[in-house]
């Protein structure tokens, strides 16, 4: 159901597992307790297990913006946490770029990336690079926007 909000938990840095359609609420519960991860949710289901509350966090929101500030009082995210440190896709942590993977850039991008000095990041798990192109750059003014969001 949060899907988006966790993809944007991801690239402000925090590790963030999403979780897949069908997942049993119990299943849910005990990962989190297990794995120190706080579940965050729509579904007042998951909060009556017992001790659910310890692990989970319930939004009321149905729509993105509102959910981030629900979130922001809930619990102190720090939106600029460590942007782009993490794939967004699978959530491994993402580390610089060997020289021979830039050339998996677009050349356009690795041309920019060369001007201004910016760093590529990969993901080993995806095989993917990342690069701070515009689609980045307007991910990371929503991200420092939703900073004093309440
Ligand atoms: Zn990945």
């Not at 959910?67 to 600029?80: P, T």
């Not at 580390?95 to 850039?105: F, K, L, N, T």
Request: aromatic residues 8%; contains cysteine.
């Amino acid at each position: 159901m949060l899907k988006g909000l966790g993809r944007w938990l991801r690239a402000a840095g925090y590790d963030t597992i999403i979780a897949d359609n069908g997942v049993a609420d119990r299943e849910l519960i005990e990962q989190a307790r297990d794995e120190g991860r706080l579940l965050i949710t729509r579904d007042r289901k998951l909060i009556e297990f017992r001790d659910a509350r310890k692990h989970v966090i319930l939004l009321m929101s149905n729509h993105l913006q509102d959910c981030v500030r629900e979130l922001n009082k809930i619990k102190d995210i720090d939106w600029s946490y460590r942007p782009f440190s993490r794939c967004l896709l699978c959530n491994h942590p993402l580390r610089e770029a060997d020289p021979g993977q830039y050339s998996q850039i677009p050349e356009e991008s690795r041309r920019i990336a060369e001007q201004k000095s910016e760093r590529v990041y990969w993901c080993d798990h995806c095989n993917k690079p990342y690069w701070a192109g515009s689609h980045v750059r307007r991910m990371r003014k929503t991200l420092s926007g939703w900073q004093d969001c309440r």
